[in-house]
Nanobody, 122 residues
């Protein structure tokens, strides 16, 4: 399994970015996909996830109403649309994949991408 995240960058507070994660080496349409982030000096945390069965979505409270996760099974890609960005959203963002999920924690996800940096200036 290979996951390639892209789309990070530097943006001012209140701005938007869209992250993409291209997957290969797996039957993408039957994998649960997730986005996590890790800020300097902090633990990696769950941001958003999307199931494969009904494309239901799940979000961390800190990003609800601002971030939207979606997937395109034809392109083997998962997206994270990030609006109304805040300085506290600054982190390295990772995409991850798993066949099944229980708690949306790191331990649920077996495959990880390399991360893309998001920096939000105040």
């Amino acid at each position: 399994v290979q996951l390639q995240a892209s789309g990070g960058g530097l943006v001012q507070a209140g701005g938007s970015l869209r992250l993409s994660c291209a997957a290969s080496g797996l039957t993408f349409s039957v994998y649960v996909m997730g986005w996590f982030r890790q800020a300097p000096g902090k633990e990696r945390e769950f941001v958003a996830g999307i199931t494969w069965s009904d494309s239901s979505t799940h979000y961390a409270d800190s990003v609800k109403g601002r971030f939207t996760i979606s997937r395109d099974n034809a392109k083997n890609t998962v997206y994270l649309q990030m609006n109304s960005l805040k300085p506290e959203d600054t982190a390295l963002y990772y995409c991850a994949a798993t066949r099944s999920v229980r708690t949306w924690s790191l331990r649920d996800f077996a495959s990880w991408g390399q991360g893309t940096q998001v920096t939000v200036s105040s």
